[in-house]
């Protein structure tokens, strides 16, 4: 698996100093908790008061790999303590990360939360968890996650994926592929642009997998004013319901989404930033050590307003009754 041209964007020392201090004064502000309704109120403007720079870093991303690094920010190891074995005990551990990522995602676009995931928060821990290894999920490690776009089900899911490493001692890579980077036949891409299959909720949704109604079917690659974009998520997504041909299509475009796939190892500090239309991620497997020194991700989704990378017709989906929360809405 090819690691080279992941786009990395430094920030500048001003910019970690900018960031950190200003995480800092909000979570003093409001008792140390990054999920303080007060806090969230008052991100929109710290962050527009962020320096050029910092809002410069957070731009789109511009490359056909569909992703960048932002490289800079300090983790404390000692500070932030040991990782939670699940992230229903993380509380407010790392929570200076959470305002961070909330800050970063507030430049970008709007942060969105959903009730049934994370208890509704909008920053989640991703951690290995015991009893989950074998899920697709992020509480998984055992086996590999794969190439999946972020609640692919839902026509609310997010423009962005933000990734925030606080750990990551063994190298676990998380992986991306980008459709502007496949190369299909036509006789491929005509298939899978037409509404055949559903994507169902994936398992971190148990409510929404409970939903009563019709899945609707969806297209998986759409043609957007701006190019290419992409739905996918074979993981959830019942194969038997297309035809042979279909299938056979869905199947290339997952050959070539893994011949483009690249691996990034994330290191403590680095945000990833994926634009969820275009790029589909995962991780590889590995093993969980439970003994809190395991990989600890942060992680955020973001909706950029205006944005033309979806088919009109997503605005009819039920979304399997699961409800995006727009932070500052
Ligand atoms: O653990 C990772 O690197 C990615 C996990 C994932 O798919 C996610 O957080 O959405
Ligand atoms: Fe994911």
Not at 30 to 42: C, D, E, I, N, V
Not at 64 to 79: C, H, I, Q, S
Request: hydrophobic share 40%; net charge negative; aromatic share 6%.
């Amino acid at each position: 698996m090819p690691t080279g041209a992941i786009p990395v964007r430094h920030l500048d020392q001003d910019s970690v100093t900018e960031l950190g201090t200003a995480a800092r004064a909000l979570l003093d502000a409001f008792g140390g908790s990054a999920t303080h309704p007060g806090l969230l109120t008052r991100v929109p403007f710290v962050a527009a008061s962020l320096s050029e720079a910092t809002r410069h870093a957070c731009r789109p991303v511009d490359t056909p790999a569909g992703l960048f690094v932002l490289r800079g920010l300090e983790v404390d190891d000692g500070a932030i303590g040991p990782t939670p074995g699940h992230w229903s005990t993380a509380g407010d551990a790392g929570a200076v990360y959470d305002v961070v990522l909330l800050l970063l995602s507030t430049v970008m676009g709007t942060p969105i939360a959903w009730e049934g995931q994370q208890d509704g928060r909008f920053v989640h821990n991703i951690v290995p968890s015991p009893g989950h290894e074998e899920e697709q999920t992020g509480a998984s490690s055992s086996v590999l996650l794969s190439p999946h776009t972020e609640d692919a089900f839902h026509p609310g899911r997010a423009h962005l994926l933000v990734l925030g490493c606080l750990r990551n001692p063994d190298a676990v890579a998380t992986t991306a592929a980008s459709i502007r980077e496949v190369e299909l036949d036509a006789k491929a891409q005509e298939l899978l642009s037409r509404p055949v299959l559903p994507v169902l909720p994936d398992d971190a949704y148990t409510e929404a997998q409970g939903y009563d109604g019709a899945p609707p079917p969806v297209p998986t690659l759409w043609q957007s004013p701006n190019g290419p974009t992409l739905r996918f998520d074979p993981a959830y997504t019942p194969l038997d319901g297309a035809s042979e041909e279909h299938r056979a299509a869905y199947g290339r475009l997952e050959a070539e989404l893994s011949r483009v796939s690249v691996a990034v190892a994330l290191t403590p500090g680095d945000v990833l930033v994926v634009d969820n239309d275009l790029v589909v991620h995962g991780r590889v497997p590995f093993t969980a050590r439970y003994d809190g020194t395991d990989r600890w991700l942060k992680r955020s989704s973001v909706r950029v307003r205006g944005r033309r990378t979806r088919p009109p017709a997503e605005r009819f989906e039920h979304g399997y009754g699961q409800a995006a929360v727009e932070a500052f809405a």
